[in-house]
């Protein structure tokens, strides 16, 4: 008991660790130290201490040097981080988790610098074709006309050069849009006759032709043909991708859009012992009548309370997700202005669409609040936004519920009135949190400053108008449409910079950075309240479940363009080493 007799005021806490978190003997030694380096708490106080330690699935002691080498013993693991930097976990407010993972194994990844011309993406399609069995489709995903040299989407044409014979859909990196081959079009019926379904767009040639490129929900008129997997190859994509997060220091994700096939997978690698990241579920919303969106909403309501419980934190049935609008890469996000195009061009008459009745969509998003869901809104366009927001506070009105933590993912472009009101939400009910894509600003930043246009590209995730009406948000990758690593995301929110600067260096200006701890919380502890965690993870504290990251440099110190390069050396989630550098 001597041990707890050192207890600083920093080491106080332990105490409290002990009887919440559950550890049963007081004078046991940690299992794990981290001695010698810069231990980033991202506490209250903004913290910065020498060491910690780790006891069973807890951090249970902050502070320095010899503070926490009193509490290890001959057992117990010690790591030297030589002056290396230790962060919370990183965690992703917006991955498309399971289907990503999925995507990483068994689709053909056609992202940049994969291909950087038409050509190159012919080469690989063609490649793809010949390991494949009779009749299997080629499907590929990742491409982006505005990383490939033409600058012009891939058209049906292009594909049946290399082939013809078998069916072939290729995903953009946004998701919102994709192309077919010949073949796969005349597979779903699609000719110049077919109107464009409700919410979608066949793109048509100068002739009125389908050109093969189909957008929002015109994706589905091929899509649904392509086989789906199977159970395996579902968990195997999960797991692949927890391992792939835990390489570079996160720990936790938001998987938006879900069903009950992928959830029985989350279940079983959860129960096999192999899900080291916490994951955080949204279900996709149901179509139907009003009042069979009611019934589903009661029955989800019976376990998707992650306010009340959280079973043991690895997987969450958090809520439901909705869309009220597309993309800023198809131009179909909904606006108040017309779209713009080549930067300074205008897409005349083209101000994007909602994906379905407006109206109908606030009675279903009702439905849900109603039940006491917590709900993320898929919202771009800033007249999606304002639409979402007024949702929320006409709900708030009709059934007062505070704490749902309602969310705006993307959040792209508020108007002022938007982010007042935002202001408001948050203040008031503890509602309205952007849940931002940081990295859209670089890796689909070309195509997104083409098509936003030279003002609002100025008004793109505006962290900094954020922080000063005193708000949250919760950073994400919306992985696949962009890449994970989330250091990725915190040097975005601070660098504010496309990939290639086709239309200049900083289209988007720097007003609206921020710092990069305010970054890094919101890939820490601004995600953990969006997942409902923030009393277990999101910050280096005891009594908090050891998600640790250890990194090879300071983010705190070192030059802005170096923090897209850190590397994760060290990832500990719930007190167990899941990571190692090789060599490190
Ligand atoms: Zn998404």
């Given at each position: 008991m001597h041990r707890l007799a050192l207890a600083s005021l920093f080491l106080i806490p332990l105490a409290a660790t002990l009887a919440c978190g559950g550890d049963p003997v007081p004078s046991e030694p940690a299992d794990l130290v981290l001695l010698g380096g810069r231990v980033i708490t991202l506490d209250a106080d903004s913290r910065v201490a020498e060491a910690l330690a780790v006891r069973g699935a807890h951090v249970a002691a902050v502070g320095s040097d010899a503070e926490i080498e009193a509490l290890a013993s001959p057992a117990t693991r010690r790591i030297d981080l030589a002056g290396r930097a230790v962060t919370p976990g990183l965690m992703d407010a917006h991955v498309h988790f399971a289907s990503g993972g999925q995507s990483m194994l068994y689709t053909l990844d056609l992202s940049y610098p994969n291909v950087e011309s038409i050509a190159e993406v012919q080469a690989a399609v063609a490649g793809q074709a010949e390991r494949l069995g009779d009749g299997e489709w080629v499907r590929g995903r990742g491409w982006d006309e505005g990383k490939l040299a033409e600058l012009r989407y891939i058209l049906a044409s292009d594909l049946d050069e290399v082939v013809p014979d078998r069916p072939v859909w290729l995903s953009h990196t946004m998701g919102h849009y994709g192309v077919a081959n010949s073949l796969a079009l005349d597979m779903a019926g699609i000719t110049a006759d077919t109107p464009d379904p409700p919410g979608g767009t066949i793109d048509r040639d100068a002739d009125g032709r389908p050109t093969g490129v189909l957008k929002e929900s015109a994706q589905g008129l091929v899509s649904r043909l392509i086989p789906g997997l199977g159970p395996e190859e579902q968990r195997a994509g999960i797991r692949a991708l927890a391992d792939a997060f835990n390489a570079e220091c996160m720990t936790g994700g938001k998987d938006p859009g879900i069903g009950p096939r992928v959830w029985e997978a989350y279940r079983d690698v959860q129960e096999a012992g192999d899900l080291s990241v916490r994951i955080f579920a949204l279900w996709r919303g149901r179509n139907g009548t009003i009042d069979e969106v009611r019934g589903y909403a009661d029955s989800l309501a019976t376990f998707t309370r992650p306010h009340e419980s959280t079973g043991d934190d690895h997987l969450i049935a958090g809520g439901v997700k909705l869309y009220i609008d597309g993309s800023g890469g198809a131009r179909t996000a909904w606006l108040y202005e017309d779209w713009n195009r080549d930067h300074t061009d205008t897409d005349t008459g083209n101000r994007g669409y909602p994906t379905m009745d407006p109206d109908e969509l606030r009675r279903r998003f009702h439905a849900y609040h109603d039940a006491g869901l917590h709900v993320s809104i898929h919202s771009i366009g800033d007249r999606a936004i304002d639409w979402t927001v007024d949702s929320f506070r006409e709900a708030l009105e009709a059934t007062p519920t505070r704490g749902l933590r309602h969310g705006i993912i993307h959040s792209n472009i508020p108007t002022d009135r938007a982010l007042d009101l935002m202001a408001e939400l948050q203040r008031d009910w503890e509602t309205g949190y952007p849940e931002p894509s940081p990295t859209f600003i670089w890796w689909i930043g070309d195509t997104y400053a083409g098509n936003f246009g030279p003002e609002r590209a100025l008004r793109l995730n505006p962290f900094r108008s954020f922080r000063e009406r005193g708000m949250i948000w919760a950073s994400g990758s919306d992985y696949s449409v962009t890449p994970f690593p989330a250091r990725y995301g915190v040097w975005a929110s601070v660098a504010?910079?496309?990939?290639?600067?086709?239309?200049?260096?900083?289209?988007?200006?720097?007003?609206?950075s921020v710092d990069v701890e305010t970054a890094l919380r919101s890939f820490t502890t601004w995600v953990a309240h969006q997942m409902f965690l923030e009393d277990k993870v999101g910050t280096i504290e005891p009594g908090k479940y050891a998600d640790l990251a250890v990194w090879d440099r300071d983010p705190l110190t070192v030059p802005t363009e170096e923090l897209r390069d850190m590397s994760c050396e060290m990832t500990v989630f719930n007190g167990d080493v899941v990571y190692e550098r090789a060599g490190g």
């Amino acid at each position: 008991m001597h041990r707890l007799a050192l207890a600083s005021l920093f080491l106080i806490p332990l105490a409290a660790t002990l009887a919440c978190g559950g550890d049963p003997v007081p004078s046991e030694p940690a299992d794990l130290v981290l001695l010698g380096g810069r231990v980033i708490t991202l506490d209250a106080d903004s913290r910065v201490a020498e060491a910690l330690a780790v006891r069973g699935a807890h951090v249970a002691a902050v502070g320095s040097d010899a503070e926490i080498e009193a509490l290890a013993s001959p057992a117990t693991r010690r790591i030297d981080l030589a002056g290396r930097a230790v962060t919370p976990g990183l965690m992703d407010a917006h991955v498309h988790f399971a289907s990503g993972g999925q995507s990483m194994l068994y689709t053909l990844d056609l992202s940049y610098p994969n291909v950087e011309s038409i050509a190159e993406v012919q080469a690989a399609v063609a490649g793809q074709a010949e390991r494949l069995g009779d009749g299997e489709w080629v499907r590929g995903r990742g491409w982006d006309e505005g990383k490939l040299a033409e600058l012009r989407y891939i058209l049906a044409s292009d594909l049946d050069e290399v082939v013809p014979d078998r069916p072939v859909w290729l995903s953009h990196t946004m998701g919102h849009y994709g192309v077919a081959n010949s073949l796969a079009l005349d597979m779903a019926g699609i000719t110049a006759d077919t109107p464009d379904p409700p919410g979608g767009t066949i793109d048509r040639d100068a002739d009125g032709r389908p050109t093969g490129v189909l957008k929002e929900s015109a994706q589905g008129l091929v899509s649904r043909l392509i086989p789906g997997l199977g159970p395996e190859e579902q968990r195997a994509g999960i797991r692949a991708l927890a391992d792939a997060f835990n390489a570079e220091c996160m720990t936790g994700g938001k998987d938006p859009g879900i069903g009950p096939r992928v959830w029985e997978a989350y279940r079983d690698v959860q129960e096999a012992g192999d899900l080291s990241v916490r994951i955080f579920a949204l279900w996709r919303g149901r179509n139907g009548t009003i009042d069979e969106v009611r019934g589903y909403a009661d029955s989800l309501a019976t376990f998707t309370r992650p306010h009340e419980s959280t079973g043991d934190d690895h997987l969450i049935a958090g809520g439901v997700k909705l869309y009220i609008d597309g993309s800023g890469g198809a131009r179909t996000a909904w606006l108040y202005e017309d779209w713009n195009r080549d930067h300074t061009d205008t897409d005349t008459g083209n101000r994007g669409y909602p994906t379905m009745d407006p109206d109908e969509l606030r009675r279903r998003f009702h439905a849900y609040h109603d039940a006491g869901l917590h709900v993320s809104i898929h919202s771009i366009g800033d007249r999606a936004i304002d639409w979402t927001v007024d949702s929320f506070r006409e709900a708030l009105e009709a059934t007062p519920t505070r704490g749902l933590r309602h969310g705006i993912i993307h959040s792209n472009i508020p108007t002022d009135r938007a982010l007042d009101l935002m202001a408001e939400l948050q203040r008031d009910w503890e509602t309205g949190y952007p849940e931002p894509s940081p990295t859209f600003i670089w890796w689909i930043g070309d195509t997104y400053a083409g098509n936003f246009g030279p003002e609002r590209a100025l008004r793109l995730n505006p962290f900094r108008s954020f922080r000063e009406r005193g708000m949250i948000w919760a950073s994400g990758s919306d992985y696949s449409v962009t890449p994970f690593p989330a250091r990725y995301g915190v040097w975005a929110s601070v660098a504010r910079q496309p990939l290639l600067g086709v239309y200049g260096e900083q289209p988007y200006g720097t007003a609206e950075s921020v710092d990069v701890e305010t970054a890094l919380r919101s890939f820490t502890t601004w995600v953990a309240h969006q997942m409902f965690l923030e009393d277990k993870v999101g910050t280096i504290e005891p009594g908090k479940y050891a998600d640790l990251a250890v990194w090879d440099r300071d983010p705190l110190t070192v030059p802005t363009e170096e923090l897209r390069d850190m590397s994760c050396e060290m990832t500990v989630f719930n007190g167990d080493v899941v990571y190692e550098r090789a060599g490190g």
